[in-house]
């Protein structure tokens, strides 16, 4: 079995700075894609940021120039650096992997449990 662990989340005032970090763990042959979504009050989730197994990167529009994704792929981790941060940012954030066991021939989409980010003075 494998899992999503993230850390990080907590309170921040407008124009603050935040690290989220997620962490991989279980019986894991590979990760493929690695993605940071976000859910605000009574909204969808949406894509925030994505890196590749090669580290090519998207952002959405509302957060570029702002936050960056990366990822070290010795320790399974996923990172999303939060600058100039919003009241509009407030979401719980989640992370997402494409991750194929150890067990399986085939990529499994995984989410983490979400961390909260709370924008506010």
């Known amino acids: 079995q494998v899992q999503l662990v993230e850390s990080g989340g907590g309170l921040v005032q407008p124009g603050g700075s935040l690290r989220l970090s997620c962490a991989a763990s279980g019986s894991i042959f590979s990760i493929n894609a690695m993605a940071w979504y976000r859910q605000a009050p009574g909204k969808e989730r949406e894509l925030v940021a994505a890196?590749?197994?090669?580290?090519?990167?998207n952002y959405a529009d509302s957060v570029k120039g702002r936050f960056t994704i990366s990822r070290d792929n010795a320790k399974n981790t996923v990172y999303l650096q939060m600058n100039s941060l919003k009241p509009e940012d407030t979401a719980v954030y989640y992370c997402n992997a494409e991750i194929r066991p150890t067990s399986s021939y085939r990529y499994l989409e995984v989410w983490g449990q979400g961390t909260l980010v709370t924008v506010s003075s």
């Open positions: 890196v590749t197994s090669g580290r090519n990167t």
